[in-house]
């Protein structure tokens, strides 16, 4: 568990009731991972959404050639796995530590629950996936211009 402060730095986190702030920390905890270290996998059931504290996380794409594409580099305050919320929940990516990363890790399943259960979350958390995605989207359309 992590305190409900460290939550509320973020976005999505802000503005939510007390309640489901405390109970957002109680399904969450640090973690820190090597340089190198893979955090998820193109079609891992995605049971952890993180929030990158320090560090850098490369996305990268296989291509059908089995070459891996790096398409985004998420920094601090991003969110790594947002397939945590949105079905099927599987990654869609690989994600790769750059360097040395510090990530809040929580729980999905139970993060589904809570947004569920409280929609100020909910929506604010739609909202920053939405946003994630839109930007993958631009740098996807950037990265296939210059092919």
Known sequence: MISPEQLR???????ISEEALK???MIS??????????????????ETMYILVDGEVD??????????????????????VWSTLVEPHR??????????CKLISI??????E???KNPDLGYRMLISVTQLLAARLDGARVQLATV
Not at 91 to 100: E, L, P
């Open 59 to 80: 996305i990268k794409y296989t291509l059908g050639n089995g070459e891996q594409r790096t398409i985004d580099t998420l920094v601090a305050g991003d969110i790594v």
């Open 114 to 116: 809570l947004c569920e």
């Open 29 to 46: 905890d640090e973690v820190i991972a090597e340089a190198g270290k893979t955090l998820f996998s193109e079609g891992d059931r995605a």
């Open 9 to 15: 730095r973020y976005p999505f986190f802000c503005c």
């Open 107 to 112: 729980n999905g399943p139970k993060l589904r």
């Open 91 to 100: 990654c869609t990516a690989n994600g790769v530590a750059r360097g040395a």
């Open 23 to 25: 109970e957002a920390a």
